[in-house]
């Protein structure tokens, strides 16, 4: 008989597990020696967590079975080996044979069959080849100067895992425990995939899927999906540490606008401040920070300035977050009640305790000034969190912590435990206080150090990667692993941060992928030559201004993969996997699909494979007739042969894409003028969407957006309803077909010929539309 209940709880050997499904097709598994562990969590929210749908369960001899719409969980009561099935038998996950769950001393380790056909992704910003198969990983979050292609652990600590088989079915696996863990995918073990922690719950969920996007959106159900990011955090922007004077800052905006490349933001690193001192600035070299902010705002540029955690041990000085800090008793203390003090810029200094809910808002309230003055973003650098003294680049782990947050009991506890959360949580108390001082303007945070669901809080960028064309290359499979991992907008240091300068083809290689990754930053070390665009003469120049200013014409586009990000999670930088799974079945290195990557589901970027000895590459497309790019004409097959060249980078388009395009602007501040253009690239499928909203307030959650599909087929191209009440700068439409080969086509809109141009060199047929904000169809032909 088959009874119905909303978790199942078994025990064996001391052991207690519980199952259950926050939804029909996610399963939450629990465990604890003797009891089960606190039902709390940094990354999933108490809304998510406190789902259950219902399970029926039915017992025969040792298997328990447990069904929910979707799944079904087989449970060995005698082992408690586990294994979850669909609704049609086919293994979701399964354990390995043998000791699938073993909790000693605090610590445990769990084991999963690891099927020959099987991939593994996620992880964050891990180093190595995307797919992780054949790997194992340390999630400690670590201060990596220098960081090489093989590096580990790094920055972050996500432990999310994305597993692919070779038929295309996908599941999520997410391990909620912060402490020190590992995954290994068959390292240490052929035929079994496993992964723990020193210490913390056994807490995991289980995604099934079925496809990869599926997981992804699956995953950000649990954790969360970025808030919709200021459009000017999608512009260019140049930093470097540091411009050491406000003279020479405003040298850079002036430069950028008098070269006319266009840019968003600038950045201050850590020199601007008194002493290297959070929160404070120095005013002989920085006479007027609010003058720059606001002449900087005149050329439509935001500023964007580091703020570390570390707190300078200061006092009597008039340093007023290390008094307020003190009189509030905001920092973590070693075992001896004392504050912990450990150096690093500022020479010793103390660590505010974010676990606390009120250290953060502490924490937040200090960005009064700064917001005030209309600075626009802030930078969260250092909070793994680093000290330099130590040979483990972190304070030790028995530094002591309170856990002071709703939904948790409250609690001392150490590093050991919360040492992984602390650039998430830093990252979060300056997203909320920002957002506190500033209600009605979209905060930009970056972090360095997160865990799951920091995304919810702040961007990232890969930290301290060199000057070489291997970081260049390891840069696309470390953006598109934080894309599946939850961080959509993550960047990299264009141009590399350390070592020697980049070689002007390295720079200028360098910008032409960057102009297609999410955040798109030139950052550099202190004491290495200039990095910026203009460095290394006109020819140069002119390559990186092109592709630069060809990221502002696809402008709503990438702004569109904001929208369609913040609502679904959906990265905007993926793997080509993502929107097609079956190109791993044909072969290795994913299909051959390793070093490509893709911009949203229209746009895939195949950069040469061995970036140092250029030679001609096969680029394989997931199918037939994807255009090009840069020509706008259709490839006869699905693959086609490049030999690199300086100043191309293969970019190719979907057949049945609608790409939307705006004339050239300086920065996404300046309105576009004139009309935008829909590019048409003929194919199955064949649609393309509208958003635009004022891009830095919240009005567009109370309408004030624009949303519009279009679709097409071979004789006639849609315009469904404008959803929202954000009027376009638009005029109108310039519309453009793609291989196009006849004569000119009949074009008619409400009755009305339109007329068109044919240009058969380019395989294109033009014509103009007027704006259209109500279902419309166009005829063409026929
Ligand atoms: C760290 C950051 C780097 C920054 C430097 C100085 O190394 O990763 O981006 O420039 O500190 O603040």
Known sequence: ?????????????????????????????????????EDASW??????????????????????????????VTLDRATLAITIRDTQGRVVLADAPGTALDIANGGFRLRKAMPPDAHYFGLGDKTGSLDRRGGA?????????????????????????????????????????????????GKSERAAFSFGAEGG??????????????????????????????????????????????????????????????????????????????????TKSFPDLPGLVQKLKTQDMHLVVITDLHIADAPNQGYKPYDSGISADVFMKNPDGKPFVGTVWPGPALFPDFTQAPVRAWWGAQYRDFVGMGVAGFWNDMNEPAV???VTKTMPLDVVNMIDEPGFAARKTTQAEVHNLTGMLNSRATYEGVLKLAPDKR????????????????????????????????????????????FAYAGDDIGGFAGDPPSPDLLTRWIEVGAFNPIFRDHYQKGKAEQEVWVHGKEQEDIRRRYIEERYRLMPYIY??????????????????????????????????????????????????????????????????????????????????????????????????????????????????????????????????????????????????????????????????RAGSFKPWWTGFDVVIHGWTGPAPKIRLDGRTVASTVDAAAHTVSFALPDIAHPARVAIGG
């Open 137 to 185: 990983f340390t999630l400690w979050n670590s201060d990596q100067f220098g960081f090489t292609p093989s590096t580990d652990p790094l920055y972050k600590s996500i432990p999310f895992v994305l597993g692919l088989d070779g038929t295309g079915h996908a599941f999520g696996l997410f391990m909620d425990n912060s402490w020190r863990s590992f995954f290994d995918f």
């Open 443 to 486: 905060p930009f945070v970056m972090t360095r150090a997160s865990f799951a669901g920091g995304q919810r809080y702040a961007a990232t960028w890969t930290g301290d990667n060199s000057s070489s064309w291997a970081h260049l290359k390891l840069s696309v499979s470390q953006l598109v692993s934080l894309g599946l991992s939850g």
């Open 1 to 37: 008989m088959a009874k119905t209940v909303d978790h199942y709880v078994a025990e064996q050997n001391g052991v207690t597990i519980e199952i259950s499904a926050p939804r029909a097709d996610v399963v939450r598994i629990r465990a604890g020696k003797q009891s089960l562990p």
């Open 560 to 721: 569109g993969l904001a929208d369609e990000n913040s609502r679904t999670g959906l990265p905007l930088m993926r793997p080509v996997f993502l929107d097609y799974p079956a190109v791993v079945s044909r072969g290795d290195r994913l299909g051959g699909t390793e070093d490509q990557f893709m911009l949203g589901g229209d746009l895939l970027i195949a950069p040469p494979t061995t970036w140092e000895s250029p030679a001609p590459y096969r680029i394989i497309l997931p199918g037939p007739g994807w255009y090009d790019y840069w020509t706008g004409l259709p490839l006869t097959g699905a693959a086609t042969t490049e030999t690199p060249a300086l100043g191309h980078l293969p970019v190719f388009v979907r057949p049945g894409t609608i790409l939307p395009r705006q004339p050239l602007v300086q920065s996404t501040v300046e309105t576009p003028k004139g009309r935008l253009q829909l590019a048409i690239y003929p194919g199955a499928d064949c649609q393309g969407g509208l958003y635009l909203d004022d891009g830095e307030s919240f009005a567009y959650k109370s309408g004030a957006y624009l949303r519009q599909r279009i679709s097409c087929d071979a004789t006639s191209l849609s315009f469904g309803n």
């Open 43 to 72: 990354a999933v929210p108490p809304a998510v967590r406190s789902r259950r749908v219902p399970i029926e369960v039915t017992t025969s001899g040792d298997d328990t079975e447990l069904r929910t719409a979707a799944l079904v």
């Open 388 to 390: 330099f003294e130590p």
């Open 201 to 282: 719950p056994v807490d995991y969920y289980v995604m099934a899927g079925p496809g990869p996007k599926d997981v992804v959106q699956d995953y950000a159900w649990l954790t969360g999906t970025p808030p919709l990011t200021p459009r000017w955090a999608l512009g260019f922007q140049q930093s470097r540490w540091s411009y050491m004077s406000q003279t020479e800052a405003q040298g850079i905006a002036d430069r950028l606008r008098a070269d006319r490349i266009p840019a968003d933001v600038l950045w201050l690193d850590i020199d601007y401040q008194d002493r290297n001192r959070p929160f404070t600035i120095n």
